[in-house]
């Protein structure tokens, strides 16, 4: 079946940098557009960032814009999210999401568009 296990979370201080992964299994991953979203206990789970099959396209979350950039190796079945200049309140469990996109340049930024979702890769940044 149809896997995306994301890696690369941890604890980094104010300001630091982290870079997740997201390998996907059993999908021909280049069909997928593919997305970040995170959540904190008691709230509803955020986009973060997305991105079209071919790559060409992009979004953000305004909070992340300049901060956060998404991206993937397609001959990998791998999406990436580099994090930089971390705050505290971008502490969440960050989950990655696929969606078949039927156009190259289509990418999606509502949650409920989604198909699969990885199991999610607690972040935690400290002041």
């Known amino acids: 079946q149809v896997q995306l296990v994301e890696s690369g979370g941890g604890s980094v201080q104010a300001g630091g940098s982290l870079r997740l992964s997201c390998a996907a299994s059993?999908?021909?991953?280049?069909?997928?557009?593919m997305g970040w979203f995170r959540q904190v206990p008691g709230k509803e789970r955020e986009f973060v960032a997305a991105?079209?099959?071919?790559?060409?396209?992009?979004d953000y979350v305004d909070s992340v814009q300049g901060r956060f950039t998404i991206s993937r190796d397609n001959a990998k079945s791998t999406e990436y999210l580099q994090m930089n200049s971390l705050k505290p309140e971008d502490t969440a469990v960050y989950y990655c999401?696929?969606?078949?996109?039927?156009?190259?340049?289509?990418?999606?930024?509502?949650?409920?568009?989604?198909?699969?979702w990885g199991q999610g890769t607690q972040v935690t940044v400290s002041s």
């Open positions: 059993e999908l021909t991953f280049r069909h997928y557009a």
């Open positions: 991105i079209s099959r071919s790559g060409e396209n992009t």
């Open positions: 999401a696929a969606k078949t996109a039927l156009l190259g340049s289509r990418l999606y930024t509502n949650s409920h568009e989604y198909t699969y």
